[in-house]
């Protein structure tokens, strides 16, 4: 079955960088569109970003445009975020979204989230 | 963006007695291709969010017959037969036809 276990969150100083990371396995990761979707404490779900089955096409929150990078690596069937110049706003659970179709049809399985925390 | 306006905030429901939230986006969900890219999550206390309903009106695998989607354009509705105990959570609409993606605000279901 479907499993995606994220890592790399922590506590982390504003302006500070964090690379998040998603592995996925049991179903074909390079077939897949895979996106990373947060959430606040308390809060409702924030879209972050998406990147397409072939890591080609890249989709971004203005939240995290210009900060942040989705990127994947297919042989390694792993996801990941680049989070630079880190907001007390970014502290969220980070959760790691595979699609149901190559592009962004729909989220159908998703991790169980990890946690970030900007603090001084 | 499309701004997702999801009605009630908070639902407090009896055992057994039936459901319905409301979902409304700023503009149309239909695709070029046609299909109309609305979902339904559920999210129960300290779980990940789970998938119920896809392109507005599928149920998806596993996911008990008593939930059931509807809707157009850009007015959608979720509706639960008959609420069980385990349906407490919140129920959060999503759309992915338009870039930004974008949720609703959530619905809380709990039980009175």
């Known amino acids: 079955q479907v499993h995606l276990v994220e890592s790399g969150g922590g506590v982390v100083q504003p302006g500070g960088s964090l690379r998040l990371s998603c592995a996925a396995s049991g179903f074909t990761f390079s077939t897949y569109g895979m996106h990373w979707v947060r959430q606040a404490p308390g809060k409702g779900l924030e879209w972050v970003a998406t990147v397409l089955y072939d890591g080609n096409n890249k989709y971004y929150a203005d939240s995290v445009k210009g900060r942040s990078t989705i990127s994947r690596d297919n042989s390694k069937n792993t996801l990941y975020l680049e989070m630079n110049s880190l907001r007390a706003e970014d502290a969220a659970l980070y959760y790691c979204?595979?699609?149901?179709?190559?592009?962004?049809?729909?989220?159908?399985?998703w991790g169980q989230g990890t946690l970030v925390t900007v603090s001084s | 963006d499309v701004v997702m306006t999801q009605s009630p905030l908070s639902l407090p429901v009896t055992l057994g007695q039936p459901v319905s939230i409301s979902c409304r986006s700023s503009?149309?969900?239909?695709?070029?291709?046609?299909?109309?890219?609305l979902d339904w999550l559920q999210q129960r206390p300290g779980q990940s969010p789970r998938r119920l309903i896809y392109k507005v009106s599928n149920r998806d695998s596993g996911v008990p017959d008593r939930f059931s989607g509807s809707g157009s354009g850009t007015d959608f509705t979720l509706k639960i037969s008959r609420v069980e105990a385990e349906d407490v959570g919140v129920y959060y609409c999503m759309q992915l036809t338009h870039w930004p993606l974008t949720f609703g605000g959530g619905t809380k279901v709990e039980i009175k």
């Open positions: 979204a595979k699609d149901s179709n190559k592009y962004a049809w729909g989220i159908d399985y």
């Open positions: 503009q149309s969900l239909v695709y070029s291709d046609g299909n109309t890219y």
